[in-house]
């Protein structure tokens, strides 16, 4: 179990984006007001409107930049002794509305090895992508349940290049060693950081 744990902390830190702005809290928007007029040449009539804007017109279209990094990111994580025995397909959807579903597979058994839903949030001033898990399950190899978890683990940054539109990140695995007191993983586990240290993992943008 202590196996699959490692993996899935790692699993869990490959996708890791985050947002340097939190969304306006809908909540500050300006109260509608109820008003009434002696007027009598004033129209009750709610389609008529003396302003010729249409704010909440729904066709508007939404001129904020798509981040380059929005879509499907996908990578294969390979077979590492004592770690796993079988490779894993992880995907990720990153979606622009700051939200993102990540999936990892075994490949042999199809078992889902990780679901990871949540937010994402990042920051220019630290060129970093983090990814905050709000809904997180992992493959309990004992009972072969996926058991949700109670906590997802905090983030972990991961230092690339925001503003370039890059197609595949290569992350060193030892960038994701804040994640594993999430998972109650011990990094002083003899030859645990060496390992680490010595790999890497590539996603590919779809």
């Not at 798509?66 to 879509?71: A, L, N």
């Not at 990042?122 to 190899?141: K, P, Q, R, V």
């Not at 290049?161 to 003899?190: G, T, Y």
Given at each position: ?206
């Amino acid at each position: 179990m202590k196996k699959i744990l490692v993996l899935c902390a790692i699993i869990t830190g490959l996708f890791i984006f985050s947002c340097s702005k939190d969304s306006e809290d809908p909540s500050d928007a300006n109260p509608i007001t109820n008003t009434t007029s002696d007027d009598p040449t004033t129209s009750d009539d709610p389609t008529t409107s003396d302003d010729p804007t249409t704010p909440d017109d729904p066709t508007t279209p939404d001129d904020t930049p798509t981040p380059d990094f929005v879509g499907n990111w996908i990578s294969i994580f390979p077979v590492i002794p004592n770690i796993t025995n079988d490779s894993i397909r992880i995907t990720v959807l990153i979606n622009k509305d700051s939200t993102f579903k990540l999936n990892a597979v075994y490949l042999t058994s199809k078992d889902t090895a990780l679901r990871d839903n949540g937010h994402w949030k990042t920051s220019n001033e630290s060129d970093s992508i983090y990814l905050f898990g709000d809904d997180c399950a992992i493959w309990d190899t004992t009972q072969k349940v996926l058991k949700p978890l109670p906590d997802c683990g905090d983030p972990a940054a991961i230092n690339i290049n925001i503003d370039k539109n890059e197609k595949s990140w290569k992350i060193p695995l030892l960038s994701l060693a804040a994640l594993s007191s999430a998972f109650n993983i011990r990094l002083d586990e003899p030859g645990m950081l060496e390992m680490l240290s010595l790999l890497s993992i590539t996603v590919y943008k779809q």
